[in-house]
């Protein structure tokens, strides 16, 4: 994978920013194969009887009919006609109608968790910002020469392991890798090298820069101003007395300068692992070896960043993508390698005989760096604790409303 030579660092940070490209349409197509390469709206509203609702996501070949997200459905109704209403309609063309399917948040955050895993197991400081974006310092786990099939790894394991596409911009800084994430949607990579950076920003609009606003574009427009490359020809003593210390970091970043470190948002409210079986399998002693594994891997990760936890779960995905978790909660915050163990074994039993395709362990409810944990000797797995799911999302019939009241917005990804 590229790993520096110890004792060997770069004098310019290697940072990534990876975006999974149209995520929410992405996971529906992961639960249906035949919405691939349709036009596909994610959104709410657009169910009988209802009259307002927005688009989550709206797939490539959907926003060709001038569909975007955060557009009222009634409007990509009108560009884009549901294929079923089309299908019995004479005056609707049903070659150009789409599917519209509801969001469905519990669904596409397992997903996320997924990717999550991948990216965390590729660089040790990644800090998420959205269910489908995240940035990570790469800088002690590759060089600048061999950064694009490092990063290829990733893309690669991304779509061959979860089945979504991402788009991964790799650049000095933070601001300027997610503009080169953006650069060659779909399915993109891009590397800004050190010496490239200003050549790169150049052409890129104003709007595009990180802290421009339609406000800040609209002023600079007036003062002739549409391009990186304009900005770094404007006065900078001029921007920093219209915009104060924004028009600073405005100039500093057309020239591709930001100092911004990549640091993790918040602490982590849960720890997982996941792993996926070549084919689904009913081997319940294949199955449990391979949650023990993963619950061994938990505890460690927990262990190592000083977390205890309150929680431990399961979660097992029959096929094609139906998610079922179950959890038990404990008497109080623990550091239990064994304990973990014991209790992901007894959840598994439940499962007995199901065909499995994928399986993650996971702890929650973490307090870090806590003086002292619960005492638990003597826990045989009932007394003080609770079984019960802790979730379950079953697969959404084709074409029927969702009965969830799930919200648009996009969320952490824990």
């Known amino acids: 994978m590229g790993a520096r030579l110890p004792g060997v660092r770069s004098t310019d940070r290697i940072v990534a920013h990876a975006d999974m490209d149209c995520f929410y349409a992405s996971c529906e197509r992961l639960r249906e194969p035949a919405l691939e390469g349709e036009p596909l709206v994610v959104g709410m509203g657009y169910e ?14 959907a926003r060709a ?7 009222a459905i009634t409007e990509a109704l009108s560009k884009l006609p549901r ?6 309609d004479p005056d609707l063309d049903i070659e150009k109608s789409g599917f519209y399917r509801p969001v469905d948040m519990a669904f596409y955050e397992s997903v996320s968790e997924e990717v999550r895993e991948i990216l965390h197991t590729h660089a040790e400081t990644v800090r998420e910002v959205s269910i489908d974006e995240a940035y990570l310092d ?24 979860v089945g979504v596409i991402a788009s991964i911009g790799v650049a000095p800084n933070m601001s300027t890798a997610k503009i080169a994430s953006d650069a060659e949607k779909p399915d993109g990579l891009v590397v800004v090298h050190p010496e490239e950076i200003r050549e790169f920003l150049a052409p890129v609009l104003i709007e595009e820069l990180h802290g421009v606003g339609p406000v800040t574009a609209r002023t600079l427009r007036e003062r002739g101003i549409e391009t990186a490359g304009d900005l770094v020809e ?38 997982s692992r996941e792993s996926a079986f070549a084919e689904p399998t009913t081997d319940m002693e294949e199955i449990e070896t391979r949650v023990l594994t993963l619950a061994e891997a938990v505890a460690e990760r927990a262990t190592r960043k000083d977390a205890l936890y309150r929680t431990i779960g399961i979660k097992i995905v029959t096929p094609p ?23 992901v074994r007894d959840l598994l039993t439940e499962f007995e005989g199901e065909r499995v395709r994928k399986v993650g362990v996971r ?10 944990q619960s005492n638990l000797d003597g826990w045989a797995g009932t007394g003080g604790s609770t079984s019960e799911p802790d979730e379950a999302v079953e697969k959404l019939p084709t074409d029927k409303p969702n009965d969830r009241s799930g919200q648009i917005s996009l969320s952490e990804f824990e």
């Open 48 to 61: 009988s009887g209802e009259t307002n609702g927005a688009v989550a996501t709206a797939s490539y070949e």
């Open 65 to 71: 009919f001038g569909v975007e997200s955060a557009q």
């Open 83 to 88: 294929k079923r209403d089309a299908a019995i």
């Open 138 to 161: 790469i800088t002690e786990q590759t060089t600048w020469n061999e950064v694009e099939e490092f990063v290829h790894e990733i893309k690669d394991r991304i779509h061959e392991e």
């Open 234 to 271: 404007a006065d900078r003593h001029a921007l920093v007395s219209e915009f104060g210390e924004r028009g600073a970091d405005l100039y500093d970043r057309a020239r591709g300068k930001d100092d911004r470190a990549v640091t993790p948002k918040g602490v982590p409210k849960s720890l």
């Open 321 to 343: 993508f139906d998610v079922n978790t179950r959890a038990r909660s404990l008497s109080g915050p623990v550091d239990d390698p064994a304990l973990v163990k014991r209790v």
């Open 363 to 372: 702890v929650s409810n973490l307090e870090f760096g806590a003086a002292a």
